[in-house]
């Protein structure tokens, strides 16, 4: 049973790691699908967990992003190398991609910034409503602590 557990955990890991070493490489999936013979869909697939690999889709894959196979099939972390075989042409890194990759971090983390804004905001106007609460209620004990008619009913001053 644990052999099996850890055979899916593979196979459901084995899309991540394509994907990440696909990424590492600026490979697009296109790029990737084209080599392998099958529409960016299928391939968008195999990242995505959702076919399974044979064998020889295995051993081209790992040619394409110079991996051993066993490599994406292990249940570590992929060991990248960082030589290009001569015959994996390599795709030079598109500028545009990373600057849209950072924009939109930038974009997340501004939403983020704003979001947290929001609730400081939120919260100071509670601190500050709870504190004129407070200080309302103190208002309210000491009128009342030194009134004639708590004086009368045992209440100490």
């Given amino acids: 049973m644990l ?6 955990l593979t196979i459901l890991m084995t899309g991540q790691k394509l994907r990440l070493v696909r990424e590492f490489r ?6 990737i699908a084209e080599k392998l013979g099958i529409t960016q869909h299928a391939y968008s697939r195999i990242e995505n967990n959702q076919t399974k690999l044979t064998a020889e889709r295995l051993e081209k894959l790992a040619a394409i992003l110079n991996i051993p196979p066993l490599e994406l099939l292990s249940d570590k972390e992929p060991v990248i190398h960082f030589s290009e075989p001569s015959s994996t042409p390599v795709q030079p890194a598109k500028e545009d991609h990373w600057k849209e990759m950072i924009e939109s971090t930038r974009q997340l983390y501004g939403q983020v910034i704003c979001s947290k804004d929001e609730k400081i ?3 100071e ?10 200080d309302r209620i103190f208002h309210l004990i000491e009128k009342l602590a030194t009134s004639p008619l708590s004086a009368g009913m045992g209440m100490p001053s």
């Avoid at 600026?26 to 790029?31: D, G, I, L």
């Avoid at 106007?125 to 407070?134: G, H, P, Q, S, V």
């Fill in 3 to 8: 052999l099996a557990y850890n055979f899916n």
């Fill in 26 to 31: 600026n490979y697009s999936q296109e790029y």
């Fill in 121 to 123: 905001a939120f919260l």
């Fill in 125 to 134: 106007n509670e601190i500050y409503a709870l504190r004129k609460e407070r």
